[in-house]
């Protein structure tokens, strides 16, 4: 089994965390779009653009070594 992750956003005093384990990143990634697709939380496409990239270059350094 792979290493929990997290990746986290503080925007307008509200604080995002969304954790994953290693391997879990193409779900990850799932969630943080169905995440922006929600009105009620003020977590954005872009927000979940960066945290996604963030997801990736994890991903590519671990895929690296």
Do not use: P
């Not at 994953?20 to 929600?38: C, F, N, P, Q, S």
């Amino acid at each position: 089994m792979g290493e929990l992750r997290e990746v986290a956003l503080v925007k307008n005093g509200h604080h995002f965390v969304f954790r994953y384990t290693e391997g879990e990143e193409e779900a990850m990634i799932r969630v943080l779009m169905d995440t922006a697709g929600r009105t009620d939380l003020g977590f954005d496409w872009f927000d979940a653009a960066v945290l996604s990239r963030q997801v990736n270059e994890r991903l590519l350094r671990r895929l690296d070594t």
